[in-house]
Protein backbone atom coordinates (compact mmCIF):
# COMPACT_ATOMS: atom_id res chain seq x y z
CA UNK A 1 0.00 0.00 0.00
CA UNK A 2 1.29 3.34 -0.69
CA UNK A 3 1.56 5.79 2.36
CA UNK A 4 0.27 8.86 2.23
CA UNK A 5 2.56 11.67 0.90
CA UNK A 6 3.07 14.80 3.57
CA UNK A 7 4.45 17.40 1.07
CA UNK A 8 2.33 20.07 0.26
CA UNK A 9 0.28 20.87 -2.35
CA UNK A 10 2.76 22.73 -5.61
CA UNK A 11 1.47 26.48 -5.38
CA UNK A 12 2.47 29.21 -8.56
CA UNK A 13 5.98 30.47 -7.80
CA UNK A 14 4.91 33.97 -7.95
CA UNK A 15 2.51 33.44 -5.06
CA UNK A 16 5.03 31.51 -3.02
CA UNK A 17 7.85 32.82 -0.77
CA UNK A 18 10.03 30.15 0.79
CA UNK A 19 13.11 30.57 3.04
CA UNK A 20 16.10 29.65 1.15
CA UNK A 21 18.25 26.73 3.35
CA UNK A 22 20.60 27.66 5.87
CA UNK A 23 23.93 29.65 4.41
CA UNK A 24 22.51 29.74 1.27
CA UNK A 25 21.14 32.98 -0.62
CA UNK A 26 18.38 32.96 -2.58
CA UNK A 27 18.35 34.70 -5.89
CA UNK A 28 15.28 37.05 -6.55
CA UNK A 29 13.88 36.92 -10.17
CA UNK A 30 13.16 40.34 -11.26
CA UNK A 31 10.76 41.78 -13.85
CA UNK A 32 11.94 41.46 -17.46
CA UNK A 33 10.89 45.47 -17.60
CA UNK A 34 13.67 45.79 -14.94
CA UNK A 35 16.63 43.83 -16.99
CA UNK A 36 15.62 45.59 -20.06
CA UNK A 37 16.59 49.34 -18.75
CA UNK A 38 19.74 48.05 -17.41
CA UNK A 39 20.48 46.49 -20.18
CA UNK A 40 19.84 50.55 -22.31
CA UNK A 41 21.62 52.12 -19.58
CA UNK A 42 24.65 49.62 -20.10
CA UNK A 43 24.87 50.08 -24.09
CA UNK A 44 24.73 53.56 -23.30
CA UNK A 45 27.36 53.95 -21.12
CA UNK A 46 29.70 51.16 -22.88
CA UNK A 47 28.69 54.01 -26.65
CA UNK A 48 29.78 57.03 -24.39
CA UNK A 49 33.11 55.43 -23.59
CA UNK A 50 33.65 54.62 -26.51
CA UNK A 51 33.21 57.83 -28.23
CA UNK A 52 35.31 59.49 -25.81
CA UNK A 53 37.86 57.54 -26.64
CA UNK A 54 37.23 58.73 -30.55
CA UNK A 55 37.12 62.07 -29.84
CA UNK A 56 39.02 64.90 -30.81
CA UNK A 57 39.27 68.41 -28.44
CA UNK A 58 40.36 71.68 -30.17
CA UNK A 59 41.62 73.31 -26.59
CA UNK A 60 45.08 71.54 -26.68
CA UNK A 61 43.98 68.01 -25.51
CA UNK A 62 45.35 64.68 -27.33
CA UNK A 63 43.78 62.33 -29.67
CA UNK A 64 43.61 58.58 -28.34
CA UNK A 65 47.39 58.13 -30.19
CA UNK A 66 48.46 60.93 -27.88
CA UNK A 67 49.31 62.96 -30.60
CA UNK A 68 48.47 66.89 -30.55
CA UNK A 69 45.70 68.17 -32.99
CA UNK A 70 45.39 70.95 -34.63
CA UNK A 71 42.69 73.42 -34.09
CA UNK A 72 41.75 74.07 -37.67
CA UNK A 73 38.44 74.85 -39.02
CA UNK A 74 39.11 71.72 -41.61
CA UNK A 75 39.29 69.44 -38.72
CA UNK A 76 36.34 70.42 -36.62
CA UNK A 77 33.90 70.11 -39.27
CA UNK A 78 33.58 68.92 -42.80
CA UNK A 79 30.76 71.49 -43.50
CA UNK A 80 32.43 74.85 -42.50
CA UNK A 81 30.05 75.04 -39.34
CA UNK A 82 31.13 74.81 -35.50
CA UNK A 83 29.55 73.72 -32.40
CA UNK A 84 29.38 75.74 -29.59
CA UNK A 85 29.07 74.71 -25.77
CA UNK A 86 25.41 74.31 -26.25
CA UNK A 87 25.71 72.41 -29.06
CA UNK A 88 24.61 74.60 -31.72
CA UNK A 89 26.16 74.67 -35.19
CA UNK A 90 26.58 78.11 -36.42
CA UNK A 91 28.19 78.51 -39.73
CA UNK A 92 31.74 80.50 -40.22
CA UNK A 93 32.07 83.84 -41.02
CA UNK A 94 34.34 84.36 -44.07
CA UNK A 95 35.94 87.63 -45.17
CA UNK A 96 34.48 89.03 -48.24
CA UNK A 97 37.88 89.61 -50.34
CA UNK A 98 35.97 91.78 -52.85
CA UNK A 99 34.23 94.46 -50.69
CA UNK A 100 36.67 97.60 -49.65
CA UNK A 101 38.27 98.18 -46.55
CA UNK A 102 40.36 100.68 -44.70
CA UNK A 103 43.16 100.06 -42.92
CA UNK A 104 45.01 103.17 -42.37
CA UNK A 105 44.17 106.72 -40.27
CA UNK A 106 43.68 109.62 -42.35
CA UNK A 107 47.11 111.08 -43.88
CA UNK A 108 46.23 114.63 -42.50
CA UNK A 109 45.13 114.59 -38.80
CA UNK A 110 43.84 118.32 -38.62
CA UNK A 111 42.73 120.59 -42.05
CA UNK A 112 41.74 124.10 -41.81
CA UNK A 113 37.81 125.45 -41.64
CA UNK A 114 37.69 126.32 -45.00
CA UNK A 115 38.40 123.35 -46.77
CA UNK A 116 40.72 122.54 -49.82
CA UNK A 117 42.70 119.99 -47.92
CA UNK A 118 43.78 116.68 -49.71
CA UNK A 119 43.55 113.65 -47.55
CA UNK A 120 44.25 109.77 -48.15
CA UNK A 121 43.92 106.42 -46.28
CA UNK A 122 45.06 103.36 -47.42
CA UNK A 123 43.68 100.01 -47.97
CA UNK A 124 42.14 97.39 -50.20
CA UNK A 125 39.34 97.35 -52.75
CA UNK A 126 39.13 101.10 -52.41
CA UNK A 127 37.82 101.82 -55.68
CA UNK A 128 34.87 100.75 -54.48
CA UNK A 129 34.20 103.79 -52.12
CA UNK A 130 31.38 105.74 -54.15
CA UNK A 131 31.59 108.54 -51.12
CA UNK A 132 33.05 110.64 -48.27
CA UNK A 133 31.84 112.76 -46.05
CA UNK A 134 33.17 115.08 -42.99
CA UNK A 135 30.58 115.79 -40.26
CA UNK A 136 27.87 114.98 -42.65
CA UNK A 137 29.15 117.06 -45.36
CA UNK A 138 30.16 115.42 -48.54
CA UNK A 139 34.13 115.64 -49.19
CA UNK A 140 34.74 115.07 -53.18
CA UNK A 141 36.97 112.12 -54.16
CA UNK A 142 39.61 113.22 -56.21
CA UNK A 143 41.69 109.97 -56.56
CA UNK A 144 41.03 106.57 -55.83
CA UNK A 145 42.79 103.21 -56.79
CA UNK A 146 42.42 99.54 -54.82
CA UNK A 147 44.92 100.64 -52.36
CA UNK A 148 44.54 104.12 -51.81
CA UNK A 149 41.74 106.43 -51.95
CA UNK A 150 41.99 110.91 -51.61
CA UNK A 151 39.02 113.50 -50.96
CA UNK A 152 39.02 116.97 -50.25
CA UNK A 153 38.13 118.50 -46.91
CA UNK A 154 35.02 120.79 -47.38
CA UNK A 155 35.07 123.77 -45.85
CA UNK A 156 32.84 124.39 -42.77
CA UNK A 157 31.78 127.46 -40.19
CA UNK A 158 34.15 129.06 -37.91
CA UNK A 159 32.44 127.93 -35.64
CA UNK A 160 32.80 123.87 -36.54
CA UNK A 161 36.44 123.85 -35.19
CA UNK A 162 36.88 120.60 -33.88
CA UNK A 163 36.43 116.97 -34.32
CA UNK A 164 34.03 115.70 -36.89
CA UNK A 165 33.45 112.13 -37.95
CA UNK A 166 34.85 110.73 -41.45
CA UNK A 167 32.77 108.28 -43.12
CA UNK A 168 33.39 106.27 -46.29
CA UNK A 169 30.20 104.52 -48.20
CA UNK A 170 29.97 102.10 -50.45
CA UNK A 171 27.70 102.24 -53.77
CA UNK A 172 25.08 100.34 -52.09
CA UNK A 173 25.28 103.27 -48.82
CA UNK A 174 26.57 100.79 -46.49
CA UNK A 175 29.52 102.02 -44.15
CA UNK A 176 32.63 100.34 -45.39
CA UNK A 177 34.75 98.49 -42.86
CA UNK A 178 37.49 100.16 -40.93
CA UNK A 179 40.39 98.17 -39.62
CA UNK A 180 42.97 95.90 -40.48
CA UNK A 181 41.55 92.38 -42.06
CA UNK A 182 41.62 90.09 -39.77
CA UNK A 183 39.48 86.94 -39.93
CA UNK A 184 36.24 86.69 -37.57
CA UNK A 185 36.00 82.43 -38.14
CA UNK A 186 35.78 80.72 -34.16
CA UNK A 187 36.85 77.21 -33.66
CA UNK A 188 34.49 75.47 -30.63
CA UNK A 189 35.98 72.74 -28.71
CA UNK A 190 33.99 70.16 -29.86
CA UNK A 191 33.19 67.01 -27.06
CA UNK A 192 31.03 64.09 -25.80
CA UNK A 193 28.80 65.03 -22.77
CA UNK A 194 28.41 62.54 -19.82
CA UNK A 195 26.23 62.86 -17.17
CA UNK A 196 26.61 66.59 -15.54
CA UNK A 197 30.32 67.54 -17.32
CA UNK A 198 31.81 71.01 -17.38
CA UNK A 199 30.89 72.94 -21.07
CA UNK A 200 33.87 73.22 -22.88
CA UNK A 201 34.87 77.42 -23.34
CA UNK A 202 34.63 78.17 -27.34
CA UNK A 203 37.91 79.87 -28.58
CA UNK A 204 37.62 82.49 -30.84
CA UNK A 205 39.53 84.64 -32.89
CA UNK A 206 39.59 88.45 -31.91
CA UNK A 207 37.20 91.05 -33.65
CA UNK A 208 39.18 93.44 -36.11
CA UNK A 209 40.56 96.03 -34.02
CA UNK A 210 38.82 99.39 -35.28
CA UNK A 211 40.47 102.52 -36.38
CA UNK A 212 38.78 106.04 -35.44
CA UNK A 213 38.17 108.09 -38.88
CA UNK A 214 37.99 111.75 -37.39
CA UNK A 215 39.70 114.81 -38.33
CA UNK A 216 40.15 118.22 -36.12
CA UNK A 217 39.23 121.46 -38.39
CA UNK A 218 41.39 124.13 -37.14
CA UNK A 219 40.93 127.81 -38.24
CA UNK A 220 42.65 128.77 -41.30
CA UNK A 221 45.20 131.63 -40.22
CA UNK A 222 44.98 133.47 -43.20
CA UNK A 223 40.97 134.20 -42.66
CA UNK A 224 41.71 134.43 -39.16
CA UNK A 225 44.12 137.44 -40.27
CA UNK A 226 41.57 138.69 -42.93
CA UNK A 227 38.38 138.95 -39.64
CA UNK A 228 40.80 139.92 -37.01
CA UNK A 229 41.26 143.04 -39.55
CA UNK A 230 37.37 143.29 -40.37
CA UNK A 231 36.63 143.35 -36.55
CA UNK A 232 38.86 146.20 -35.69
CA UNK A 233 38.27 148.24 -38.09
CA UNK A 234 34.76 147.98 -39.47
CA UNK A 235 34.26 151.12 -37.25
CA UNK A 236 37.15 152.19 -36.48
CA UNK A 237 38.54 153.26 -40.19
CA UNK A 238 42.41 152.87 -40.96
CA UNK A 239 43.05 156.45 -41.98
CA UNK A 240 46.75 155.44 -40.90
CA UNK A 241 47.30 153.08 -43.90
CA UNK A 242 44.32 153.86 -46.05
CA UNK A 243 42.60 156.51 -47.69
CA UNK A 244 38.88 156.46 -47.61
CA UNK A 245 36.51 157.06 -50.78
CA UNK A 246 33.71 159.12 -49.34
CA UNK A 247 30.36 157.60 -49.48
CA UNK A 248 31.84 154.64 -51.22
CA UNK A 249 34.18 152.98 -49.73
CA UNK A 250 32.68 149.11 -49.44
CA UNK A 251 34.98 148.21 -51.71
CA UNK A 252 38.23 149.69 -50.55
CA UNK A 253 37.76 148.14 -47.35
CA UNK A 254 37.00 144.70 -48.72
CA UNK A 255 40.30 145.01 -50.77
CA UNK A 256 42.33 145.48 -47.29
CA UNK A 257 40.60 142.67 -45.41
CA UNK A 258 42.08 140.49 -48.68
CA UNK A 259 45.67 142.43 -47.95
CA UNK A 260 45.07 140.83 -44.03
CA UNK A 261 43.92 137.49 -45.33
CA UNK A 262 47.82 137.12 -47.65
CA UNK A 263 46.52 138.13 -50.93
CA UNK A 264 50.02 139.75 -53.01
CA UNK A 265 49.15 142.89 -55.24
CA UNK A 266 49.52 142.54 -59.00
CA UNK A 267 48.95 145.22 -62.00
CA UNK A 268 45.55 144.47 -61.69
CA UNK A 269 44.73 144.77 -58.07
CA UNK A 270 47.05 147.33 -56.20
CA UNK A 271 46.71 150.22 -53.84
CA UNK A 272 49.85 152.22 -53.20
CA UNK A 273 50.66 154.07 -50.26
CA UNK A 274 52.79 156.18 -50.89
CA UNK A 275 51.17 157.92 -53.27
CA UNK A 276 47.38 156.67 -52.51
CA UNK A 277 46.87 155.36 -56.08
CA UNK A 278 45.20 152.17 -56.40
CA UNK A 279 43.53 150.20 -59.45
CA UNK A 280 39.96 150.20 -60.54
CA UNK A 281 39.13 146.79 -59.04
CA UNK A 282 41.05 147.85 -55.30
CA UNK A 283 37.25 150.69 -54.97
CA UNK A 284 35.13 149.00 -57.08
CA UNK A 285 32.61 146.50 -56.99
CA UNK A 286 32.11 145.53 -60.67
CA UNK A 287 35.88 146.00 -61.75
CA UNK A 288 36.90 143.85 -58.83
CA UNK A 289 34.13 141.26 -60.35
CA UNK A 290 35.99 141.65 -63.45
CA UNK A 291 39.33 141.09 -62.23
CA UNK A 292 38.24 137.84 -59.93
CA UNK A 293 36.84 136.27 -63.35
CA UNK A 294 40.30 136.27 -64.64
CA UNK A 295 41.67 134.62 -61.12
CA UNK A 296 39.88 131.58 -60.51
CA UNK A 297 43.00 130.43 -58.44
CA UNK A 298 41.59 133.01 -56.02
CA UNK A 299 38.01 132.23 -56.08
CA UNK A 300 35.16 130.72 -57.50
CA UNK A 301 31.03 132.77 -58.16
CA UNK A 302 28.27 131.31 -56.73
CA UNK A 303 24.81 132.32 -57.12
CA UNK A 304 22.22 132.71 -53.82
CA UNK A 305 21.00 129.26 -54.21
CA UNK A 306 24.67 128.06 -53.61
CA UNK A 307 24.93 128.79 -50.00
CA UNK A 308 25.48 126.14 -48.44
CA UNK A 309 29.33 126.56 -50.25
CA UNK A 310 29.55 130.03 -48.48
CA UNK A 311 31.87 130.62 -45.39
CA UNK A 312 33.45 133.16 -43.20
CA UNK A 313 36.13 135.03 -45.11
CA UNK A 314 34.60 134.93 -48.32
CA UNK A 315 33.17 138.01 -50.66
CA UNK A 316 29.40 138.79 -50.99
CA UNK A 317 28.68 141.26 -54.04
CA UNK A 318 25.37 142.55 -54.06
CA UNK A 319 23.31 143.85 -57.12
CA UNK A 320 20.71 146.31 -55.57
CA UNK A 321 19.20 147.44 -58.85
CA UNK A 322 19.34 144.30 -60.86
CA UNK A 323 21.13 145.80 -63.54
CA UNK A 324 24.03 143.60 -64.03
CA UNK A 325 26.67 145.60 -62.31
CA UNK A 326 27.79 145.09 -58.35
CA UNK A 327 26.76 147.58 -56.33
CA UNK A 328 27.90 146.86 -53.37
CA UNK A 329 30.72 144.44 -51.17
CA UNK A 330 31.00 143.00 -48.32
CA UNK A 331 33.07 140.26 -46.30
CA UNK A 332 31.05 136.93 -45.11
CA UNK A 333 31.52 137.47 -41.58
CA UNK A 334 29.15 134.46 -40.07
CA UNK A 335 27.43 131.60 -41.47
CA UNK A 336 24.54 128.97 -39.84
CA UNK A 337 23.33 126.24 -41.54
CA UNK A 338 20.21 124.62 -40.02
CA UNK A 339 17.64 122.50 -41.14
CA UNK A 340 15.69 125.49 -42.75
CA UNK A 341 18.70 126.46 -44.91
CA UNK A 342 21.47 128.50 -44.38
CA UNK A 343 22.09 132.21 -43.22
CA UNK A 344 24.93 134.64 -43.87
CA UNK A 345 25.83 137.78 -42.21
CA UNK A 346 28.63 140.24 -43.83
CA UNK A 347 30.65 142.73 -42.55
CA UNK A 348 31.82 145.70 -43.76
CA UNK A 349 31.90 149.82 -44.95
CA UNK A 350 29.58 152.47 -45.97
CA UNK A 351 26.96 150.15 -44.45
CA UNK A 352 28.86 149.98 -41.24
CA UNK A 353 28.21 146.68 -39.94
CA UNK A 354 29.76 143.59 -38.36
CA UNK A 355 27.08 141.15 -38.81
CA UNK A 356 24.40 142.47 -41.25
CA UNK A 357 21.76 139.78 -42.55
CA UNK A 358 22.09 139.11 -45.79
CA UNK A 359 18.30 138.21 -46.22
CA UNK A 360 17.67 141.54 -44.39
CA UNK A 361 20.14 143.53 -47.06
CA UNK A 362 17.98 141.85 -49.70
CA UNK A 363 14.40 142.95 -48.04
CA UNK A 364 15.55 146.46 -47.19
CA UNK A 365 17.68 146.97 -50.98
CA UNK A 366 15.89 144.80 -52.89
CA UNK A 367 18.29 142.94 -55.93
CA UNK A 368 20.42 139.82 -56.06
CA UNK A 369 23.58 138.60 -54.15
CA UNK A 370 26.54 136.65 -55.21
CA UNK A 371 29.31 135.41 -53.56
CA UNK A 372 33.00 134.78 -53.87
CA UNK A 373 34.17 131.06 -52.34
CA UNK A 374 37.85 132.25 -52.15
CA UNK A 375 40.54 129.60 -52.30
Request: charged share 20%; glycine share 6%.
Amino acid sequence: MRRPSHRQPSRPFAKTRTNPPSGRRRRVAEPLSTRRRFSVHAAAASTSVLAMAAVVVFAGLVAPTGQPVEATAEAATADDSTIDASGVTAPFEEAKPDEPRITSDLSVAEAPVTGGTVITVEGTELTSVASVSVGGLTAPIVAATDETVSFETPAVSAESVGSLAVQFLDASGEPVVVGPATSTASVASVGVALDNPAPLAPTSSPAPLSLSLTLTYVPDPRVVSQMGYVMAHWSDYNTAEFTVISGNDCMNFTSQSLLARGWVMDAGWFYDSSTGAYSPSWVSSTAFRDYLATRPDLGVELDDSQRDLVKVGDIAQFDWDSSGDRDHTAIVSRVERTETGTRIWVAGHTKDSDYWDVDEALTTGGGTVHYWSLN
